[in-house]
């Protein structure tokens, strides 16, 4: 059974960082890209960022560029978000999501294949 849990959410002022992780199970992980989105109060899930299979392709969202950082241990089934400089916008359940294939993958959640359950964010002074 393929999981994802996601860890690291909390309550931080504007301008502090937090560090998501993601920890895979029940999946060949080196064979999917992984991807952060994001769900605010009243608004659609947006994508935020992912990570190919391999590393070495990170996409992000533009309100989000210069600011987070997506990375992945292929070794430890985990990927991460760095987010720096936060900013009250950034108040969201987070999630990591699962799109099978060693590709760039894709901004649509539509093609992602495994969800975690999120983590909340919030960043209030």
């Known amino acids: 059974q393929v999981q994802l849990v996601e860890s690291g959410g909390g309550l931080v002022q504007p301008g502090d960082s937090l560090r998501l992780s993601c920890a895979a199970s029940?999946?060949?992980?080196?064979?999917?890209?992984m991807g952060w989105f994001r769900q605010a109060p009243g608004k659609e899930r947006e994508f935020v960022a992912r990570?190919?299979?391999?590393?070495?392709?990170?996409y992000y969202t533009d309100s989000v560029k210069g600011r987070f950082t997506i990375s992945r241990d292929n070794a430890k089934n985990t990927v991460f978000l760095q987010m720096n400089s936060l900013k009250p916008e950034d108040t969201a359940v987070y999630y990591c999501a699962a799109q099978f294939g060693r590709s760039s993958g894709s901004a649509s959640d539509h093609s992602y294949n495994y969800w975690g359950q999120g983590t909340q964010v919030t960043v209030s002074s």
């Open positions: 029940g999946l060949a992980f080196s064979f999917y890209v």
């Open positions: 990570i190919s299979w391999s590393g070495g392709g990170t």
